[in-house]
């Protein structure tokens, strides 16, 4: 098992930035890819950002490549997502999730095996 609890949202204005933060704990946090993913309000969860266990390599989604930036410190058991020039389109509940490390950059939630609670970004124009 794998605990996952995200942190670092909050309210910003547009242009604005935030880091979210996911903190695991249980099993051998560098054994697992990372991913984060979003849902907006009446819309299906979304890929947003991978990294592998190592960290060396990543994967974006285009709405927000160039934007954000996924990144993890394995020794912190803690995972990353600097996101900066935020849009309102931006402004979604942003879930951390982990799978084994052998399905690599996955971007479909089907490949996951553990889940954190969520945490709102809401941007305002």
């Known amino acids: 098992q794998v605990q996952l609890v995200e942190s670092g949202g909050g309210l910003v204005q547009t242009g604005d930035s935030l880091r979210l933060s996911c903190a695991a704990s249980?099993?051998?946090?560098?054994?697992?890819?990372m991913g984060w993913f979003r849902q907006a309000p009446g819309k299906e969860r979304a890929f947003v950002a991978s990294v592998t266990f190592t960290g060396s390599s990543t994967r974006y989604a285009d709405s927000v490549k160039g934007r954000f930036t996924i990144s993890r410190d394995n020794a912190k058991n803690t995972v990353y997502l600097i996101m900066n020039s935020l849009k309102p389109e931006d402004t979604a509940v942003y879930y951390c999730a982990a799978a084994p490390s052998y399905r690599g950059l996955a971007d479909s939630s089907g490949y996951y095996d553990y889940w954190g609670q969520g945490t709102q970004v809401t941007v305002s124009s």
């Open positions: 249980g099993r051998t946090f560098g054994g697992y890819s």
